[in-house]
């Protein structure tokens, strides 16, 4: 398995607060990804990162931010929280060689009251 | 822009029974193509991939065949059993692009 680390696994939150998720890798893989996970919609892409400090958005970006200081860390931060952020977040990492699959975390699921 | 559309779900069968789970997609380009498996509680797991026409991936006796002329990825296994119960996930990523394109996700229950 590919080593992924996603904290905390779970969170119950209250609206308008700060949340930050973190995702960690010990592949050194240079791409990392977030996605939210809703019944019905799959997973969707918010933010992905293809470098320390070089990240882009998503097809869901708005209402989250990210960073990534280290190629082994890519934090999400819910500025915000909203109950439309109630969700599971996935992080994936992916490399350059060979076809690019991605490999995921175990996931978080936020629950925003 | 690129799509994935699988078949609607839930899909239960019994142990034993042939499965097939439809997969299409739309791209612009010559994309590769994903089966990935998600067990209750856990993150997505590759099941298996093709990165050409005509190619067939295959893994823990699934299939899936590259097919460009129809724009589809179809899953198929022979037997199932119980512990295949899972949500089936396929996607795409674009000819020179990082990120993937996820269908909707096929929720498939085996009953013994």
């Known amino acids: 398995d590919a080593g992924i680390t996603q904290s905390p696994r779970h969170k119950v939150t209250e609206t308008g607060t700060p949340v930050t998720l973190r995702c960690h890798q010990t592949e050194n893989h ?31 970006s708005d209402g989250y931010s990210v960073s990534r200081s280290k190629t082994e860390d890519f934090l ?8 439309s952020q109630t969700s599971v977040y996935f992080c994936a990492i992916s490399d350059t060689s060979g076809s690019h699959e991605q490999y995921f975390g175990p996931g978080t699921r936020l629950t925003v009251t | 822009g690129n799509s ?10 019994s142990e034993e029974a ?17 089966w990935y498996v998600q067990y209750p509680g856990e993150g997505l ?21 590259y097919r460009k002329e129809t724009t589809s990825f179809h899953l198929e296994k022979g037997s199932v059993q119980v512990s295949d119960s899972a949500v089936y996930f396929c996607a795409l990523r674009d000819q020179g692009a990082q990120k993937l394109v996820f269908g909707q996700g096929t929720r498939l229950t085996i009953n013994p």
Not at chain 1, 32 to 58: A, C, E, F, N
Not at chain 1, 76 to 83: D, F, V
Not at chain 2, 18 to 34: D, E, K, R, V
């Open chain 1, 30 to 60: 240079r791409y990392m990804y977030w996605y939210r996970q809703d019944p019905g919609h799959g997973l969707r892409l918010i933010h992905y990162s293809y470098g320390v400090k070089d990240t882009d958005k998503g097809e869901v």
């Open chain 1, 76 to 83: 999400l931060t819910l500025e915000s929280a909203t109950s």
């Open chain 2, 4 to 13: 994935v559309t699988q078949m609607e779900g839930p899909v239960t069968l």
């Open chain 2, 18 to 34: 042939f499965l097939t789970i439809n997969c299409t997609y739309t791209a612009t380009g010559y994309p590769s193509l994903f």
């Open chain 2, 45 to 65: 797991q590759l099941l298996l991939k093709a990165t050409k026409a005509d190619d067939k991936g295959s893994n823990k006796g699934f299939e899936a065949t």
